[in-house]
């Protein structure tokens, strides 16, 4: 069994920071891509930045230069860090990372998703 659990979320006030962390635990042989996605009341899930397992970063337009995103392979961990939040980054920050729970090779990877974590902006 694998569990993602995040971390770091609260309130903040336009213009501040938050760090989000998430860590994967269980049965883990192998983890490729972690991902950060994020809800906003009434809307869809959005992919807000990823990062493969060599280091390889992605983010969405509406976040790059604001936000930055890593990872501790050892510890099977990714975080996000949040600068000059605004308020529309307001929501429910999810992490979701694709797992694979068995050495054979042709075992596939799936993807877990935490739990969520709250983000609030305030103007």
């Known amino acids: 069994q694998v569990q993602l659990v995040e971390s770091g979320g609260g309130s903040v006030q336009a213009g501040g920071s938050l760090r989000l962390s998430c860590a994967a635990s269980?049965?883990?042989?192998?983890?490729?891509?972690m991902d950060w996605y994020r809800q906003a009341p009434g809307k869809q899930r959005e992919l807000v930045a990823g990062?493969?397992?060599?280091?390889?970063?992605y983010y969405a337009d509406f976040v790059k230069g604001r936000f930055a995103i890593s990872r501790d392979n050892a510890k099977k961990t990714v975080f996000l860090q949040m600068n000059s939040l605004k308020p529309e980054d307001t929501g429910v920050y999810y992490c979701?990372?694709?797992?694979?729970?068995?050495?054979?090779?042709?075992?596939?990877?799936?993807?877990?998703w935490g739990q969520g974590t709250q983000v609030t902006v305030s103007s």
């Open positions: 979701s990372a694709d797992i694979k729970t068995s050495q054979s090779i042709i075992a596939p990877f799936n993807k877990y």
């Open positions: 269980g049965s883990i042989f192998s983890i490729n891509d």
């Open positions: 990062i493969s397992s060599a280091g390889i970063t």
